[in-house]
C-alpha cells in the first residue's frame, strides 16, 4: 500500500459545518497522514459540531468570518501562535444569498453580487495573503470550484460568476506564490449533498440528473473529494502542479451533448 506520512506537517481547514461538509472529506486524509490541524468556523453556532467532530485531536478551534478583516487576522495570529507555520490551507466555503439562485440571473442585486464575490472568491484571496508568510516551500493552498464556473448551470447564476473569479484567482495567486514553491489549485467538485448544495434551488434535480448523465453513471462519493483534495495539497503527490483547475466530478464536465439512453 502506498502510504503517505505527513507527521510535523500542519494545516487549516477553513468550511466544516458538519460531517457531510467536503471540507471535512478533506481533513479526513489529512489528519489520518498525520497533519496537525486547525479549524475555522463562522460562527459559534457551529463551535459545538466541531468540538464533537475534532474530540481527541487537540486541534485549534478559531471563529471566522471571512468578510471580516479583523476575524481574518486573529485566526492566522491564532494559528501562528499554535503552529509556528503553515502546510496547507484548505478553503472549502461560499455563500450567496438564497434568492439568487431562485430569480433569474440578469435580476441580480448589486448587493447580492458584492457578498457573494467576498465570500465565495476575495475571501481566497484575503486568506491566502495571510497564509503565505507562515508558508514555505512544499506548502499547499486548495480551494473548491464547480463546474458553473464555466459553463452555465441553470440556477447558480452569481454563484458560477463567483467560482469564475476563484479560478481565475486561483491563477493569479499561484504566480505570485510559485516563485516560493507554494501552489495553488481548485478542485472542481461534482455535486454532492452538503448544507450549502441543499439550500440551492433545484439542487434535487440537478442531483439526479449529474448521477444518471456523468461518464461514471454516478455521482461523486465525499471521500472522492477528500483523497484527490489531499493528493492536491501533498506536495510528494502533485508538486508539478499549481494554477490549476482539477475536476472530481465523474466525467460531467467533458460531455459536450446529452442523448437519450440507447435502446438496449
Ligand atoms: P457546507 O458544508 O455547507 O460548507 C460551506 C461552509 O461555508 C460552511 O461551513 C459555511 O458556514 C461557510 N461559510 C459561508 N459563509 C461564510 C463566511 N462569511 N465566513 C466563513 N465561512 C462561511 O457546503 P460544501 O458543499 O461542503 O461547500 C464547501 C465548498 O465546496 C464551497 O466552496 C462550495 O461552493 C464547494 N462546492 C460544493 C459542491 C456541492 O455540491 N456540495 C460542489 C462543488 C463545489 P455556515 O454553515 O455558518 O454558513
Excluded at 24 to 35: D, F, M, N
Excluded at 178 to 183: E, H, K, L, V
Excluded at 224 to 236: H, I, Q, R, T
Excluded at 238 to 254: K, L, N
Aim: a negative charge; proline letters at 5%.
Amino acid at each position: 500500500m502506498y502510504t503517505i506520512d505527513l507527521t510535523g506537517k500542519t494545516g487549516l481547514v477553513m468550511g466544516v459545518a458538519n460531517q457531510r461538509s467536503l471540507a471535512w472529506a478533506i481533513a479526513q486524509p489529512l489528519t489520518q497522514a498525520g497533519v496537525k490541524l486547525a479549524y475555522s468556523y463562522q460562527g459559534e453556532r457551529l463551535r459545538p459540531t466541531l468540538e464533537q467532530l475534532t474530540e481527541g485531536q487537540d486541534a485549534l478551534l478559531v471563529p471566522c468570518d471571512v468578510t471580516d478583516d479583523g476575524d481574518l487576522d486573529a485566526l492566522f495570529a491564532a494559528v501562528g501562535e499554535r503552529f509556528g507555520r503553515l502546510d496547507y490551507l484548505v478553503h472549502a466555503l461560499a455563500f450567496a444569498p438564497a434568492v439568487t439562485f431562485e430569480e433569474p440571473f440578469i435580476e441580480t442585486a448589486r448587493d447580492h453580487w458584492r457578498l457573494a464575490l467576498d465570500v465565495s472568491a476575495y475571501s481566497l484571496v484575503a486568506t491566502a495573503k495571510r497564509a503565505a508568510p507562515l508558508m514555505s516551500a512544499g506548502a499547499g493552498i486548495l480551494t473548491l470550484s464547480y463546474l458553473a464556473a464555466e459553463r452555465v448551470v441553470p440556477h447558480y447564476n452569481v454563484m458560477g460568476v463567483a467560482k469564475a473569479a476563484l479560478e481565475a484567482s486561483v491563477r493569479y495567486l499561484a504566480f505570485d506564490l510559485g516563485p516560493r514553491g507554494i501552489r495553488v489549485n481548485a478542485l472542481s467538485a461534482g455535486p454532492a449533498r452538503t448544507v450549502a448544495a441543499r439550500s440551492i434551488a433545484g439542487f434535487g434535480d440537478m442531483y439526479g440528473a449529474t448521477g444518471r448523465q456523468s461518464m461514471l453513471h454516478r455521482n461523486i462519493e465525499n471521500e472522492e473529494v477528500g483523497s484527490f483534495g489531499f493528493a492536491l495539497l501533498a506536495d510528494s503527490l502533485s508538486g508539478g502542479i499549481t494554477g490549476e483547475t482539477v475536476y472530481v466530478d465523474a466525467g460531467f464536465h467533458a460531455i459536450g451533448m446529452f442523448l437519450p439512453p440507447r435502446p438496449a
